[in-house]
């Protein structure tokens, strides 16, 4: 599953689905258009543009953006590249992808920022390399590195600096700077340069220790407020897993950048047995991703203006302290083996069975996610595995 916003008057969540990607008669993406304000969900229009059905896709100035993958032992050595616009509700090819590498590289960030779509690429052998498509000039370019550590998800820009979560460790953001220079003839070199690595993100533990599929992602909430969302499995327990969710911000002390943590959680979500799912795309449901255009400065650029916090009402706070219960009572069952194996764990199943019976249990996930709406003001789509 992939995803991508538009955040406009509409504020639309395009959401694609990589099934069929091995048909080469599929001609369309199977995928949804859902309505963040009105709840509207409508099946993603049919496109007389043919792409292969495995990419990534970017939205950037109101337009979606679709960059191919390429598949293992496939002969063509060039992907397709095309934008759809929402108005026209059709798709254009664009130049195609020019560069060639020993191994398939695939997309694992991307950043959005002063007219260009930079695309943060990685191989299986870990080699590195990061490209830009500029909008307006319709054109490809490598982009240089000096120091660089590599990043992925949505990078978020912020003045100047382009934050993103570093691609070799969870937890960890990178801040970074983009450069750029035109010569005499009118041709631009960019660069790309590591500021530095923020750590000391504090982050709740969840009740049971995560296992495996850790994924994470990072959410921009305006001005220097950003949330981090973070889950994984957990053999131990298969009828829920956990968000760890913290909210922060990032300051500059002189050239330093530093995190200051503001408020970290951790929610349950209710699954099926084994049904695990990972983060893969994440955004602010009242805030436009800042996408600052060409030949704009940090004394220039306007952010998007911050608004008052939407206050909490008290059944979302009903609802948390039911979480932090069911939290409790885990941690209990942990502590004591004995009756987590014998009365406390079949109690504790009559009585989800019996939430489910009266329709609690599916309520409490929909309330999980009003309270991150008001409170934190984020959501996240997840993919079963």
Known sequence: MMGARIFDRRDQLYVFTQEGWDKPSVRSFAGHIFHTKTRALDPFPPSNVQFKLRGTFVSAYGILYFLE????????????????????KDWVRLPLFPFCYPFIMSVTG??????????????????????????????????????????????????????????????EIIAYSLRWKVDDEGDITFSLMQLSKLNGLEIADPPLQFDELVSD????????????????TNQECDEVQHLCITKFQIVQEESRHVIETLHS????????????????????PERADYEPIEGETAASMEQPKQED????????????????????????EKANPKDANGINKNRRQKEKKKKRMEGRGSRKQS????????????EAFYCHI
């Open 217 to 232: 992602y990072l959410v921009h909430l305006g001005n220097q407020d950003f949330v981090h969302v973070k889950t994984a």
């Open 265 to 284: 959680t951790v929610l349950p979500v209710d699954i099926e047995a084994n049904s695990w799912f990972t983060l893969m795309f994440g955004f602010a």
């Open 69 to 88: 993958s390429k598949f293992p032992f496939e002969r063509s050595q060039s992907l397709g590249f095309g934008k759809y616009n929402p108005y026209k």
């Open 367 to 378: 309330v999980i996610i009003k309270y991150l709406e008001q409170g934190i003001i984020i």
């Open 110 to 171: 991307y950043a959005v920022c002063y007219g260009v779509i930079l695309y943060a690429l990685s191989d299986m052998q870990q080699k590195l390399d990061v490209v830009a498509f500029h909008v307006a000039r319709n054109n490809w370019k490598r982009v240089k590195v000096d120091t660089y550590t590599h990043f992925r998800g949505r990078a978020v820009v912020v003045g100047d600096t382009i934050y993103a979560l570093n691609h070799f460790s969870v937890e």
């Open 309 to 332: 916090e939407i206050p909490l009402d008290e059944s979302s706070f009903m609802w948390e302290e039911e979480a932090k219960l069911e939290i409790a009572s885990m941690q209990h």
